[in-house]
Each structure stands twice: as structure tokens, then as C-alpha cells.
């Protein structure tokens, strides 16, 4: 039974007939695993543990970083290098003393996955890379447990609960496959608003409230997509897809331990040049290299590098077969972004000396 304390404590939930003490029981007597206390991972935690949820499973190996404070609201200034589940339980146990807290100081992998997730009833992922993300899905998958996703990218954000065995898809219907390294940057490359993922982390946890709760109807079957800059909610239908490897009609992944689930969770270290030792190298005739630019067309046609080959973005993988891996590729664009994309794409398929043009041509243009 609730202490008297706890009925003060969540007295505004015992109003609510939907929860009353029957509700705030169920609330402390389930578990909610949260991959990452980062981002999405503090405002879920903070709110989950606020609300009374009894036990909470934290998993991040990371220290806290001066760059996260922007965003990561359970960490502060005198916690920074120190880990981040220590920062994320002393803020937490401040929120609620009530919440049991179990601190998991390891990366979430393929072998550790089923033994920790199986002691929880939810499962909410607050990851920010595919591998991770593909990993949560496959072991909600196996584990038949309700797994909460969320994701954050600039001004927009998104969140859904996948759960097969309650007759939605699986992340995998969404993203049947892995995207090549750097396809899509991450917050350290492309930013996050910080209020961004404080939206997007409330909604990942009212969601388990709701699941716990046994109210509401959950987003089974479609994803929520925010925009924080035309303050817009837009709701969009997620079909089952009967050809997914992981819940389709043919299954053909039959453990957690994958090409997807494996891949690394970092991008390798890119190789890069300057604008000025580009024309530097030109210059003195000694660039020794392949010169490629992957802009489009017209841009080509408005000015370029006489002794680059045009080779658009999206012809690089038809293209690819033709370049030699015995050569220097140095890759450039208008401003490094597309010309990162295929540098990635490339070293994924196998070329080992390639280097990419920072600023491209707007800055080789300033020379």
C-alpha cells in the first residue's frame, strides 16, 4: 500500500480517477529500462522517476561533457567528467528517494542486451546511433516488451512505441536497413535545439506512463513527427511491413546479435585537407591524387576545379566500381557535407585513402 507520505507525495495523481491509488500502485510496482541519460534519457528519467515509477534501470558508460549541459538537464556544471549515471542518480534520487535505481556503467551490446532489458517492464531508448537503436528494437522484439523510441535532429523530433506483440510494427518497418556511416549527422555534427529533446524525452515518458497505467491508446501503427520551428505535431501511419526480417512473415534475424546490432556505433575518423592545401597542391602540380567533385550539374557548370571529374552524390555508388583503391581520392562539394557523405560511403565499401575537402569550393573560391 502507498506510505502517507507517498499519498502527499503523488496526491495530485489520487485526484485523477484514470490513476487513483490503484494506478499509483501499478506505478510503483514497475520497471522502465532507460537506454542513455542523455538528451532524451533526462527528462524521461526525471519525469518517470517523479511520477512514481519504482524502479529505473540507467545505462550509459559516458562522463558528462561541458557540451551536454545545453540539453542534457540531469547533468550540471559540478558534475562535468564525472559519469554520467553518477551524475543522473544523485539528481534523480533528489527528485524522488522512492525510486529504486539500478546504474548499468556499460555500452548496451549484443551480449549483455537480453540479460538486462529481461528485468524490466519497458523498454525506452534514448540512444542517438542506429546500431543501438536497431539493438533496442531486436531485443523488444525477443523480450516482448513494449520499447519507446524517440529521436531528435535540429528544430524536429520524433516518437512512437513499437510493440509486435501488441500488433504494431517493429522499428525495422520504419528503417529496414542500417544507413551508411555519417548518411545522417549527429547532433555533434548537425546540433539539437536543447529545448528539443526535453519535448520529445516528456513524450517518450508519458508514454510509459500510459503502458504502466493500462489508459490512453499508445502510437501503435504510426510516429509522431514535431516541429519546433512551425510548432507542429503531424501524426503519420507506420504500416507493418510483411517483408521485415525481424517481424515479418518470413523472419530471417533469429537473435539480437546481427549485421545491424553489430555495426560500430561511432563513424571511423575521416581524412581531410583544407581549401588552401588543396590549391597549394594544385598549384605546385603535386596533388598526386583523384580529384573528384560531387556537386550537381549546374553548380559545375557556374565554376569548378579544372582538374576534378564531376561524379554527382547520387551516382557515386554506380560510379564506385570504376575508382581505383590503389589511388588517393580526395572528394570535394560546396561545403563539405555532401562530399563527407560519399567519402563515408566509400571507406564503407572499402577504399582506404580517402580524404575529404573542408569547406569545398565556397572556400576554395575565397583563395
Known amino acids: 500500500m502507498l506510505t502517507p507520505e507517498e499519498k502527499a507525495r503523488y496526491s495530485r495523481h489520487l485526484l485523477i480517477p484514470e490513476i487513483a491509488e490503484a494506478g499509483q500502485l501499478r506505478l510503483k510496482n514497475a520497471s522502465v529500462l532507460l537506454i542513455g541519460t542523455g538528451g ?3 527528462p524521461a528519467a526525471l519525469y518517470l522517476a517523479a511520477a512514481g515509477v519504482g524502479r529505473l ?3 550509459d558508460p559516458d562522463t558528462v561533457d561541458l557540451s551536454n549541459l545545453q540539453r542534457q538537464i540531469l547533468h550540471s556544471d559540478a558534475t562535468i567528467g ?8 544523485a539528481r534523480l534520487r ?5 525510486t529504486t ?3 548499468h556503467p556499460v555500452r548496451f551490446t ?3 542486451a537480453i540479460q538486462i532489458a529481461g528485468n524490466y517492464d519497458i523498454i525506452l531508448d534514448g540512444s542517438d546511433n542506429f546500431p543501438t537503436r536497431f539493438l533496442a528494437n531486436d531485443t523488444a522484439f525477443f523480450l516482448k516488451k513494449p520499447l519507446i523510441y524517440g529521436a531528435i535532429h535540429r528544430f524536429d523530433g520524433q516518437m512512437t512505441v513499437f510493440a509486435p506483440h501488441l500488433g504494431s510494427p517493429c522499428y525495422r518497418c520504419l528503417l529496414p536497413e542500417i544507413p551508411p556511416p555519417g548518411a545522417v549527422p549527429s547532433c555533434n555534427e548537425a546540433g539539437v535545439l536543447g529545448v528539443l529533446p526535453g519535448i520529445i524525452g516528456s ?6 506512463i500510459k503502458l504502466i497505467l493500462g489508459i490512453g491508446a499508445p502510437p501503435l501503427g504510426k510516429i509522431l513527427i514535431y516541429d519546433a520551428l512551425s510548432t507542429s505535431f503531424r501524426s503519420l501511419k507506420l504500416p507493418h511491413d510483411p517483408a521485415c526480417r525481424l517481424c515479418g512473415v518470413n523472419p530471417t534475424i533469429t537473435s539480437v546479435s546481427n549485421h545491424e546490432t553489430s555495426a560500430p556505433t561511432t563513424c571511423p575518423t575521416m581524412q581531410t585537407i583544407t ?3 588543396l590549391k597549394a597542391r594544385l598549384d605546385s602540380g603535386d596533388l598526386n591524387a583523384l580529384l573528384i567533385d560531387v556537386r550537381e550539374q549546374d553548380e559545375w557548370d557556374a565554376a569548378h576545379i579544372p582538374q576534378a571529374k564531376l561524379v554527382p552524390l547520387q551516382t557515386i555508388p554506380t560510379y564506385a566500381p570504376n575508382l581505383p583503391k590503389d589511388t588517393r581520392i580526395i572528394i570535394h562539394c560546396k561545403a563539405g557535407m555532401r562530399s563527407a557523405k560519399a567519402c563515408e560511403y566509400l571507406t564503407s565499401l572499402g577504399f582506404e585513402n580517402v580524404t575529404n575537402v573542408i569547406g569545398g569550393m565556397d572556400a576554395f573560391q575565397k583563395l
Not at 82 to 89: G, H, V
Not at 203 to 208: C, F, K, N, P, R
Open 40 to 42: 532524451l534519457g533526462s
Open 57 to 59: 534501470g540507467l545505462i
Open 82 to 89: 564525472k559519469s554520467k549515471l553518477e551524475s543522473a542518480a
Open 94 to 98: 533528489e527528485t524522488n528517494p522512492h
Open 101 to 103: 535505481l539500478d546504474l
Open 110 to 112: 549484443a551480449d549483455n
Open 203 to 208: 513524450l517518450q515518458a508519458m508514454e510509459a
Open 275 to 277: 581549401a588552401e592545401e
